[in-house]
């Protein structure tokens, strides 16, 4: 378990870094795709098996094949197309990466949270990652879930009708 | 599987525990049908399509042309591999190997049978014949399906070639849109039975009478599978989602030879080539498998009386899985290809809205009838079958230590609190 954990995590990690490092957009793509795949492997080993199934569905699945799709219609296979000149993201990026990196491990020091991590997996199992855990969780009255989970779906509602007055609005003004 | 109660097998034999072994069994039966049957499928294909427009097929290798898939596997063994200029190597090599690794990595949760046990108390017992018995199967197959058009898009676009661009371009945009179709479909089977588990939809429809008040031998027959009992739109709607998923005639725009010449795969030769048409046969398998085991019954008998019962669940279930692929052929020797624009507003302003409000008319009819279950006195077996019955799901044993899930108990041992009625056992 800790072998396979150490394996995805370098993986996992590595393709984040090439995902940005690559020139060729569509490799860049791929790379993230690995990512999400391995994000996804990640949580089947929490026994999360459900949102690992939706991880892949929606992120490896869906977004990341759109993504593909645009990036291979707009024909950014040059590397040159894309590349930045002059702006100071780059160094920007970088000093908040290693902020946040080390804090993530600050915190790890400060909380101890390798210490309060039981040594071996708990012995009653509870099905939080199955369709079943989060339903339940999601609907319960009982715990806070589910406004927030209304008004995320209303968002994503909000989102849809905003895309589709944008494509209208853009036939309405190519044919007048 | 009900008439099947007479052979039990014995759950410990010696210091083996037998469920175990299971999985191993269903791999070597799956995996040995489908390498097997794949040369026979392109057979299949050829002479179905040969027959329904009145022509000989093929007929020169071995007797009536049976030996013509062998001289064609022969002939992609030994064809020159072709590498073309300019293409992205790495991608160009990797496509088919995804393509071809994810269509036979989706078929491992597709139940086969049920096989019963009895331990050494004399409970019984069933546990799905199938190589993983995952507890979201159908969402891990639906999530293996939509990865492979990773291997059409990538082969688009390593090749370097406007056409297959523009095949690869076509399959990621179809596929993305008839699969919201397909889960809806599939949606509303599982809102019927209540469960993501291949084995328990499939269970399910052996439980379940077709109309309130049938009489008992209907149970679990083919009038109770959920091809019916989902009202008909959901398999329809499954069906044309699937031939879509798969990029077969009539969506088969990814390859259209007649403007693409071969769409995606035109710069590939050989092997590379024949692991692409490997895949897409393979999808085939599984998307029929999927419905087989959604809609009509998965391992069950069309009918729970003795000519049928004698035949073991296995047979029925890949007699399924032909009838899918003889629907596949079918469809591609009637139907013309659909134009491109066509083919979306199908997808999108048609199969789209109709999926949706008809899971919601199921929804609500499925509520109304719980309702009044729960408000009579006396339960009908029928709504019982309705209520999802919420299992412990341990996860994949490998990763959490737990025990096989399988061992849950099967319909055989009555739900403790489910209104399914013990008449079930009754065996003909």
New interface residues.
């Given amino acids: 378990m800790l072998i396979l954990f150490w394996i995805l995590a370098l993986t996992c990690v590595g393709a984040s870094i090439a995902m940005v490092v690559t020139q060729n957009p569509?490799?860049s793509a791929?790379y993230l795709?690995i990512t999400f795949l391995c994000v996804a492997v990640f949580y089947?080993?929490l026994?999360a098996?459900?949102l690992a199934?939706?991880q892949?569905?929606v992120y490896?699945?869906?977004i990341m094949?759109?993504f593909?799709?645009v990036i291979?219609?707009l024909n950014l296979?040059a590397p040159q197309a894309l590349r930045e000149r002059g702006t100071l993201q780059p160094f920007f990026a970088a000093v908040l990466g290693t902020a946040f990196v080390v804090m993530l491990l600050l915190s790890n020091s400060l909380v101890a949270l390798s210490k309060v991590r039981p040594a071996a997996?708990p012995e009653v199992?509870v099905?939080l990652?199955?369709?079943?855990g989060i339903g339940k969780n999601l609907f319960d009255p009982k715990q806070p879930w589910i406004l927030p989970f209304e008004i995320t779906s209303i968002l994503l509602l909000v989102a849809i009708v905003g895309a589709v007055i944008m494509a209208k609005r853009r036939i309405q003004d190519h044919t007048p | 599987m009900i008439g099947q109660l007479a052979i039990a097998f014995p759950a410990n034999l010696g210091p083996i525990y037998l469920p175990a072994l299971v999985p191993y069994i269903a791999l070597v039966i799956w995996l040995g049908f489908v390498l097997t049957i794949l040369p026979g499928l392109i057979w299949i294909e050829r002479v179905v399509i040969a027959l329904m427009q009145d022509r000989s097929g093929p007929n020169r290798v071995g007797p009536r042309g049976l030996l013509q898939p062998t001289a064609d596997v022969i002939k992609l063994f030994f064809k020159e591999d072709v590498l073309p200029e300019n293409v992205?190597v790495r991608?160009y090599y990797i496509a088919p190997v995804i393509a071809v690794i994810l269509a036979f990595a989706a078929c491992g949760t597709l139940v086969l049978d049920a096989i019963p046990f009895v331990d050494a108390e004399g409970r019984q017992f069933t546990v799905p014949l199938t190589v993983g018995d995952?507890?979201?199967g159908l969402?891990?197959i639906?999530?293996m399906a939509?990865?492979q058009?990773?291997g059409i898009?990538?082969a688009?676009?390593a090749s370097n070639n406007k056409y297959s661009?523009l095949g690869?371009?076509r399959a990621?945009?179809q596929?993305?849109s008839y699969?919201l179709a397909m889960g809806l479909a599939l949606l509303c089977a599982i809102l019927m039975a209540g469960s993501?588990r291949l084995g328990d939809i499939v269970e399910a429809q052996a439980t379940r009478l077709p109309f309130p008040g049938a009489p008992e031998f209907l149970r679990g027959s083919i009038l109770a599978w959920f091809w019916l009992g989902t009202g008909l739109i959901p398999v329809v709607l499954y069906t044309i989602a699937m031939v879509a998923e798969t990029n077969r005639a009539p969506f088969d725009l990814p390859e259209a030879e007649s403007e693409l010449i071969a769409g995606f795969h035109t710069e590939y030769s050989s092997m590379k080539f024949a692991m692409f048409f490997t895949s897409e046969y393979v999808a085939m398998l599984t998307v029929s498998g999927l419905n087989a085991a959604v809609f009509w019954g998965g391992w069950l008998p069309p009918l729970n009386v003795a000519p049928f019962t004698l035949i073991p669940g296995v047979l029925w279930f890949i007699i399924k899985v032909m009838m899918g692929i003889f629907l596949y052929t079918w469809l591609r020797a009637t139907l013309p290809r659909l134009r491109y624009d066509a083919l979306m507003a199908l997808g999108w302003k048609r199969m789209l809205p109709l999926a949706l409000v008809w899971l919601f008319v199921l929804a609500g009819a499925n509520l109304a009838l719980e309702r009044r279950a729960s408000s009579a006195p006396l339960p009908t077996p029928e709504a019982g079958a309705i209520v999802p019955r919420?299992?412990?799901?341990?996860?994949?044993a490998s990763?959490?230590?737990?025990p096989p899930a399988s061992a849950e108990p099967g319909p055989q041992t009555p739900v403790p609190g489910s209104m399914e009625a013990p008449a079930s056992n009754g065996a003909p």
Avoid: C, H, K
């Fill in positions: 569509v490799r791929l795709v089947v080993m026994s098996q459900f199934a939706v892949i569905i490896a699945g869906a094949v759109l593909l799709f291979m219609l296979g997996p199992y099905p990652g199955t369709v079943e | 992205d991608i995952v507890n979201i969402l891990y639906l999530a939509s990865l058009v990773y898009v990538l688009g676009w661009l690869g371009l990621s945009a596929v993305i699969e993501l919420m299992r412990s799901t341990g996860g994949p990763i959490t230590g737990q």
